[in-house]
């Protein structure tokens, strides 16, 4: 019995050369010879043109992103509605609040003279007290006048303010914002074509009014659309709870998020502040 030799004794000699394995031959074919030319250039780019189409065809095909619906109450400002569009295509966070929250948006108080004093008058009565006590003080001032102008304040008894519950230095910040409007301090004509930090050094200028109260008066009565209240402890609630999951947010850090939201920084502001609101309460 002969045994069959394993490959892996075989000696190095008697392994088989692939030279020496047969080939298969067919039929000879002419090789492939590129045309030359112009006519040569016409065909290739048909040729790719063709071989194109259907992924063409397939990219036309395919169904574009479907937009957003927006439910905007009527007598928002003009841009705002854009606004929401290009805030929601930049900012994950907005692309999720703005659609959620669409129903409330913000509109602007009728801009003549007695409405922005009573804006920035009921800004001063609201000054660091709780939401609902600054609107009980309001009241209370505002049943002493029978219009809200800036000459029934200066006739006020300061005796009659303070039994209305305002302190001594609130009194003697509207009788100052009294007067810079009885007295033409303001130039409310060239707000229009006033830059915002031009409007907040001239408001300013009243006692008591901060930078906080300048900017809130930019948004809620000019309808400026990029101010960033960085003062404003809601929106650095807000930023913190959707941006950094409730940790502690610097003024630094809330700008750098607020990058993005540029030149819509009042709309994006907006609804932060808004989402503050939906938060379920807690217990």
Not at 105 to 116: G, K, N
Not at 188 to 201: C, L, N, V, Y
Not at 220 to 242: F, K
């Amino acid at each position: 019995m002969s045994a069959a030799k394993h490959l892996d004794t075989m000696e190095y000699e008697q392994l088989p050369l692939v030279a020496d394995l047969p080939v298969l031959v067919g039929p000879k074919a002419p090789l492939p010879v590129a045309p030359m030319g112009v006519v040569a250039y016409a065909e290739a780019s048909a040729e790719m043109t063709k071989d194109a189409a259907p992924a063409k065809t397939a990219a036309a095909a395919k169904p574009a992103t479907p937009k957003v619906p927006l439910t905007l109450p009527e007598g928002v400002p003009a841009y705002w509605a854009e606004a929401c569009r290009q805030l929601m295509r930049r900012d994950r966070v907005l692309k999720r609040l703005i659609p959620l929250l669409s129903s409330q948006a913000l509109l602007p108080r009728e801009q003549c003279r007695d409405e922005a004093f009573a804006t920035l008058a009921r800004s001063i009565v609201g000054q660091q007290i709780a939401v609902k006590s600054a609107k009980t003080l309001w009241n209370k001032f505002s049943k002493l006048l029978a219009e809200m102008q800036p000459e029934l304040v200066l006739k006020l008894k300061v005796d009659d303010m303070r039994a209305a519950g305002l302190s001594a230095r609130k009194v003697d910040y509207l009788v100052d914002l009294a007067l810079h409007f009885t007295e033409n301090r303001l130039r409310m004509d060239e707000w229009a074509q006033m830059g915002d930090d031009a409007i907040i050094a001239e408001l300013m200028a009243i006692r008591g009014l901060s930078r906080w109260t300048a900017e809130n008066f930019l948004i809620y009565y000019l309808a400026r659309p990029n101010v960033l209240p960085l003062d404003d402890a809601g929106l650095i609630q807000g930023i913190s709870l959707n941006y950094f999951s409730g940790d502690p947010v610097s003024r630094s850090d809330a700008r750098e998020v607020a990058e993005a939201w540029k030149p819509w920084c009042t709309v994006a502001t907006w609804y932060i502040w808004r989402s503050l609101e939906a938060q379920p309460v807690a217990g």
